[in-house]
């Protein structure tokens, strides 16, 4: 009966999890080499060719590397604070409720929050002008479609925190730290020390997982880059989908290069941060 | 797993190799045929659904109509020319025969990405019993993006490209080349385009522009002189760029982020493929109503968007009696209507019957554009598909990615 | 002080949908006015038109995305268990990333050629699977850091006394995880209900969704439009959380 459970549980996990993404990833594959495709004319390197040596493909994989970590530190240092600093808050009082309305938002409609927000001539632009800060429309500075990504990190910071304060909430409750900072206190631990040697380093390392995923579903995001972001460097993402969807069909295949490049590099850090994360626990 | 990976190129192959369907041909039936068949089927159409004038007509009016007459379920699933382009290549790699799709709407370009795969059934439209109010030799219907149609699309609606601009704040819009340089130095930011369709369309009419006017890029793509004329125009484009939106170092993604710049007021200008849009989104309290459209002296492109049928499409009887419908004088009238749609007919009024010449003549007229025949007086014609093409890539690559 | 910071806090966070809720009743917000020249309820009655099909799609909407977060999170607490006690757990769970390792709109571009080939286009049961793809991943990784040490002596402690695994799981696990089970299911629910990219090309526009229904709204020049959009989008998860919250927040703290 157990073992019937546990082939089970294989199965599912294979079936739903792995088998969709090794066979999306192998058509891809195909499609980006030639093989398949309705106008391919068969096998070819020129696709890879086109795609490796556009120095615009670079600078957006490292744009996109730049937004998901600046969007992620950014989110974890803001949504640790606030836990620490407002456990008692958290479980009860109107900021309780606030903080986690944006869960209910998705990123293409916070894209379009944001823009309205933003931008010369958005909300944030108009009270500017009303207290004075800024004489006109165009003195308001550039907060979207802007060569940083400011729109773009202020869009994922703003979802991502309710996320991780959402989590960190849940683990300081399951890791039982409110127990752990007493033991450290009676100890001789001031208030801190505790916080930054006893809460931040467990929270951190039990959150990693979920942070890692989070930093991943920024860095191949669409929705939230292609309402706030600038045309170049535009994000992975936003190029492949140019790519796959504008109007010249025989770029086709190198959006779908793009996209195996960029499960590639995806793995490729996930199996070096595994490595270094398993040495790390090792230590601790 | 390694042996699963090495199957799937093979599994891809074996699969894509198309069938093409068996199913009658209804261009070769009488109409009557045709409709008897249609009865009682569903037709599944896929068209832009952005605009709720749009979708109200097709919902509201459409969709009764053909299940009243023609005993058809009109189904309408959202997707713009893209999305249809895609999915038709799934089908057809993945060696469907029946189609998921039966009528579609699209432009130019889709028509020339479709007729890339082979992706439409044709000819069809010369079975269509309202295509006699049709004048099928105009180069605004005959052609599409240059290419014959060769009724392989059916025409459904005529625009065309407008310059959008808030009258009050500017009185004395520019009408030239030279003019817009002029402006955009003495008022920098407030002017762009977008890096979509719309945005090309106006890079497209300054270089035919800049070719000489008219004719001058009329029939196939030209190498020789696409380069030589987009050179004048990315000059042209590098000496007004630092007085663009954001110093030109960005554009719009298209058009319709342009639109909301405009209306917030970071923009004076945006422009529409559709000259009667500018009535449309006054209407709907988006654009303040001192917004005027016009057409510069060196004219404006003009095109016909149309509904095509897809090759694998199950139900062609049903899409054809349903666009048959839509080419109605009937229908026709009521989607010129600003009120309802403003989209500009594509019957040829002096082929009508007298009493609908009549109704058509006594449409009320757009407010914030300029009358239609106006305008007809400087339409340009579309440019060869390729034009559009290289004026997209070189734009990304020599302005909105160049160093300079 | 503390007061003052938490208000800002909140501001920012309220900020958003205040913006959203006004627009979706405005017309005319021209630079450098804060709030729209009109006032008019017509874009609301636009959508519940009756040609609209708003309510069905609603409807249908939270029924898929109820029963994917069901499954997905049933799914996930159950299997997640064999993979997390697995001796090679780090390497299976690397392939539960897998779905996030693409970015959704190219998964999409890339599964739609099978859902076409196996005929699974253009229906709800293939969207509902479709959607399970992804949201079931969610649901192992959730769980992958549940199933600790802890978790395995407790289960250990019931067997000692004489239970069977099955009593381990129903009467001590389950309770156990209530809370985590309720932030999955709504996590899950989430990723369902705002799924745009592969339910439009997996339903071919014929699965209509709210949100495939009104997304594309969003992207248009009509802000008011958009803004009513995102209203509807955000208004149905918002009542499921305001049900769910004592239990998300205060479950896990029993």
Redesign the interface.
Known sequence: M?RI??LL??A??LA???L???????????YSLG?????SKGFTWGYWQAVLAD??FWRSLGFSVYVSVASITLATGMALA?VLA?RR???RG?????????????????G??????L?????L???S??IGLTDS??AFP?WV???YGIGIIVAHT?MA??FFM?MF??LF??EGLALLGQVARSLGAAGRQVAWKVYVPVLLR?AY??L??YG??VF???EAP??LG???PQM??VL??RK??????MEVPQ??AV?VF??VV??GF??LM?RRG?AASLKI | MRYFLLCIPFFLQACSSPSPAPAPDPAALSWEEVEQQAKGGAVQMMMWQGDPLINAYMNDYVVPAVADRYGIDLHIAGGQGNIIVQQLMAEMQAGKTDSELDLLWINGETFYQLRQIDGLYGPWTEALPNGQYVDWKNPFIARDFQQPVQGFECPWGNVQMAIIYNSAAVPEPPRDREALAGWVKAHPGRFTWDMHFTGLTFLKSLLIDIAGGQEALSGPFDEEKYRMYSERLWTYVREIRPYLWKEGKTFPEAVAPMHQLFASGELWFTMSNNDSEVDNKVLQGLFPETTRAYVWESGTIQNSHYLGIPRLSANKAGAMVVANFLLSPEAQYRKQDPQVWGDGTVLALDRLPEEWQQRFRELPGRKYAPRREEMQQRALPELAPEYMIRLADDFRKKIVEGSE | MRRAIQSLWSLIWVLPFVLLLVLSVGRQWTFPAILPAAWSLENWGSVFAPGVHLGQSLWRSLALSMSIAAVATGLGFVTSRQIAYHPKKDRWLLLAYFPYAMAPVILAACLQYYFLLFGWSGKWAGVWLAQLCIAYPFGVIFFSGFWNQRMRSMEQLVTTLGGTTGQAFWRVLLPMSRGALLVCFFQTFLISWFEYGLTSLIGVGKVQTLTVNVFQYVQEANIFLAALAGCLLFLPPLALWWMNKRWLFRGSTK
């Open positions: 157990k459970w546990q549980s294989w599912v996990f739903l999890a792995v969709p993404l090794l066979a999306g990833w192998g058509y891809a594959g195909a093989l398949t495709g309705l106008l120095p615009a606030a407002w808050e958290l479980h109107w900021l309780s409720y606030a903080v986690y309305l944006p869960l209910t938002l998705p990123a293409l409609v916070v379009f929050a944001m823009f309205q927000l931008a010369k001539g958005g909300l632009s108009r009270i002008f009303h429309l165009v550039d479609n802007d060569p703003w925190v309710p959402l909430f849940n409750q399951s039990r997982p979920l890692v995923l991943l579903f191949g995001s669409y292609l309402l600038a045309q170049s992975i993402s492949a989908i796959l969807q504008r109007f010249n069909l959006a779908y996209s960029f499960v995806v793995i996930l199996v595994r398993a």
